[in-house]
């Protein structure tokens, strides 16, 4: 990979030069920090600032990756997508990591890494959504200043109980990933279409990932098995048009057969329950010996009390009006007051300065 791609990735003249690509980078896609890199891999001119900010970004990625593997020796939860694609890029160009994503085997371990990053780092939100009813599935986005909060992303971890969470309508929430690493790549890398249209970052992904021993017909049973050929062929279609697919053209004319079934069963499947969302009550006192979220019913809806702070569900896309919380905060008061002796939910100090990113 080198600058030429890029520029044809962001449909830039090469004439333009570098002050252009890196601008246009900023402005079309996430892809800044890996065109500082590729820049610097040339020799290409640049100052201290320049500099600055392409040492944070690496910074960043090996904190990420530090991160990750503390927490899986200490919980059992695991990367997917992200920092697994990162290994495919090499040492002097490494792929931006926007952010970690990692999936937990279990609620208690999910806690039990949230506690863990609340504890240790300079947490300023967290925020809770419910996947389905039974089995009932958690994500936790944990976000934080970055070391410039004002020029870089701040970091932020994502937690979650199921590593896929499908699209909310015709594709259900797959709990498990298990594959060969480059396959559990491409699959999180095709789950993305669900939500979003894919962009430049996703085909310089295909192509670091286009050197590994794909076997067409057994990678294509596997990503129509987890219900993502449309996708898959998408992505890999969007790809061909800027690079080389090695192995991956074989996958990809293997799982033509599969989009059509794929999407009628789509059309077939009733959609699942909304996601309910948590709007922040208080921040609380770290309750290290819970590992569950608790429900409780209250005038005003949901109350979800976690080991690190305490919401009130809605479902996506609403949020609870004034009096609502007003009725769940005295909900909770009640609560705290019913069970003296329970985990401790007294609100930490500075709660009012918690704030979203």
Request: with cysteine; proline share 10%.
């Amino acid at each position: 990979m080198n600058t030429d791609l890029l520029y044809r990735l962001l449909d830039l003249d090469p004439d333009a030069g570098p002050v252009e690509l890196l601008q246009r980078a900023r402005e079309v896609s996430h892809l800044s920090y890996l065109v500082l890199a590729a820049l610097a891999r040339e020799d290409v001119r640049m100052g201290a600032h320049a500099r600055a900010e392409l040492r944070r970004a690496r910074d960043r990625s090996d904190g990420y990756a530090r991160l990750a593997a503390e927490l899986a020796d200490a919980t059992g939860v695991r990367p997917i997508r992200d920092l697994p694609l990162a290994g495919h890029y090499p040492a002097d160009l490494p792929r931006p990591l926007g952010e970690l994503t990692l999936v937990s085997p279990t609620e208690a371990a999910l806690w039990q890494a949230v506690n863990r990053l609340v504890t240790e780092h300079p947490v300023e939100s967290v925020e809770v959504t419910l996947l389905g009813e039974r089995p009932r599935h958690t994500t936790v986005t944990l976000r934080w200043p970055a070391e410039d909060p004002l020029l870089d992303p701040w970091y932020r971890v994502r937690l979650g109980t199921a590593a896929l969470p499908g699209d909310r309508a015709g594709v259900p929430i797959r709990p498990y990933l298990a594959a060969d690493d480059h396959v559990e790549c491409l699959i999180a890398l095709a789950e993305e279409g669900l939500g979003r249209a894919f962009h430049p970052g996703d085909v310089l992904d295909v192509a670091h990932l286009a050197g590994q021993p794909f076997e067409p017909v057994e990678t294509a049973a596997v990503v129509a098995a987890y219900r993502l050929a449309p996708e898959a062929v998408a992505l890999l279609d969007l790809a061909a048009e800027h690079v080389p697919l090695g192995p991956l053209a074989g996958v990809r004319t293997v799982l033509e057969a599969e989009v059509a079934p794929e999407l009628r069963r789509r059309r077939d499947t009733a959609p699942p329950a909304r996601p309910r969302h948590g709007t922040l009550l208080r921040r609380t006192v770290t309750r290290h010996e819970w590992d569950e979220a608790v429900l409780l019913p209250s005038g005003a809806g949901t109350l979800l009390l976690t080991p690190v702070a305490d919401y009130l569900l809605a479902p996506e896309g609403t949020r609870p009006t004034a009096p609502d919380r007003t009725t769940a905060l005295a909900a909770l008061r009640a609560w705290d007051a019913m069970a003296p002796g329970a985990p401790g939910p007294a609100p930490c100090p500075g709660l009012s300065r918690t704030r979203r990113r």
